[in-house]
């Protein structure tokens, strides 16, 4: 993954693709932070005296705090989702922003390695969508498993349901590592900044 050049001209993002990504930033800090809260009043991994995760990456302080801050959150965390589908919808953006079959073949064919960084790249910035909608619905069945106990059913068992929504905490935070490296090879910080600023 290393960049032998880095255009010097950077494409200014779309004011709403900054809104909309500060909102996943900010959102997904909580929901992991809260989550991870909530996991450590009953770990799925080993039970009551199982694997625990270290205090400082938790908010909420205990079972309650913890669940406040993830409920309030999914709220910002959905429907910031949500209208991003929308936005992409409207402006057509979905055309010629996420994965294509060009880079698949770029994978095969080519020694570039700005190409390869940046199918890459459109991979997994894509990859993730699908993830972040697993999250949410497997978040719902825990949410209302009454109501929705077919989401439960699904999985075969709530334990299965707790693991499948849990994988989504390393799940992003690989996403985001190598969202943040390949986005580094493939316009340097400028591009990190355009996104912010
Ligand atoms: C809007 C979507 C989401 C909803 C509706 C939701 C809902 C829930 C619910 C109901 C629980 C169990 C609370 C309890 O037992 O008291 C939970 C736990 C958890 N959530 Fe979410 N969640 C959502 C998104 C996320 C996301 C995006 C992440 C992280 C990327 C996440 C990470 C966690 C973790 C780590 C736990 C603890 C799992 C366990 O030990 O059972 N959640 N969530």
């Known amino acids: ?29 909580i929901m992991i932070t809260s989550g991870l809260q909530i996991y450590n009043a009953n770990p799925v991994f080993g039970g009551r005296g199982g694997l625990t ?21 999914m709220w910002l965390f959905s429907l910031n989702l949500f209208c ?18 060009k880079d698949i073949k770029a994978l095969q064919k080519t020694q570039n390695h700005q190409r390869l960084n940046y199918a890459w790249h459109r991979i997994i910035y894509t990859a993730i969508i699908p993830i972040l909608l697993l999250a949410i619905f497997t978040g719902i069945g825990m949410y209302k498993p009454a109501q929705f106990s077919w989401i439960v059913d699904i999985f075969g068992s709530w334990q299965a349901l707790r693991i499948v929504h849990f994988a989504s905490v390393p799940i992003v935070v690989v996403f985001v590592w190598f969202h943040w490296r390949l986005g580094q090879n493939v316009g340097g910080n400028a591009l990190t900044k355009s996104m912010f600023w």
């Open 84 to 101: 991003y589908g929308i936005y992409i919808v409207v402006t057509q953006r979905w055309k010629n922003r996420f994965v294509s079959d």
């Open 1 to 29: 993954m290393t960049s032998p050049e880095i255009p010097r001209k950077l494409p200014s993002q779309a004011i709403a693709a900054k809104i909309f990504h500060a909102g996943n930033i900010i959102s997904l800090f």
């Open 53 to 73: 995760i270290f205090p400082l990456f938790t908010l909420g302080g205990w079972l309650a705090g913890g669940r406040h801050w993830h409920f309030a959150a």
